[in-house]
C-alpha cells in the first residue's frame, strides 16, 4: 500500500466510524479533525482513533488500553491480538458505554 492508498482507506474508516456512532443510536459524542477522531461517552471516558501515516497504521486508544491496526486482506487488523477493528471497536464502545453496541461499515 502506498502513502495515497493509506490516506483514502484511513480517511474512509474514519469517516466510516463516524456514521456508525451516528447510527447507533447511543449517546456518544464525536468529534474529528485531521486524522484524529475522538469519541466522548456520557460517563466522560474516551476512545481516540488516529491515523499513524509514516506506519500506514489506524491506532485505538481506550480507556483500558492502546491498539495498533495495520491493513491486510482488506480489513484493518490488531497487529497484537488479530482482531478485526470493527469487532474491536464494537467491544471497546460497549465497555466504555456500559451498554451492547455493534458498529459496523455500512
Request: aromatic share 10%; hydrophobic share 40%; charged share 25%.
Amino acid at each position: 500500500m502506498n502513502d495515497s492508498q493509506y490516506n483514502l482507506a484511513a480517511d474512509d474508516i474514519l469517516l466510516a466510524v463516524e456514521e456508525a456512532i451516528e447510527d447507533c443510536g447511543c449517546d456518544i459524542d464525536y468529534e474529528g479533525v485531521g486524522g484524529l477522531l475522538t469519541l466522548t461517552f456520557k460517563n466522560a471516558t474516551k476512545i481516540i482513533i488516529n491515523k499513524q501515516a509514516p506506519l500506514h497504521e489506524i491506532w485505538v486508544a481506550t480507556k483500558f488500553n492502546g491498539h495498533h491496526f495495520h491493513f491486510e486482506n482488506d480489513q484493518w487488523l490488531d497487529k497484537r491480538g488479530g482482531d478485526e477493528l470493527w469487532q474491536f471497536l464494537s467491544d471497546a464502545v460497549s465497555k466504555q458505554a456500559e451498554e451492547t453496541i455493534v458498529l459496523s461499515a455500512q
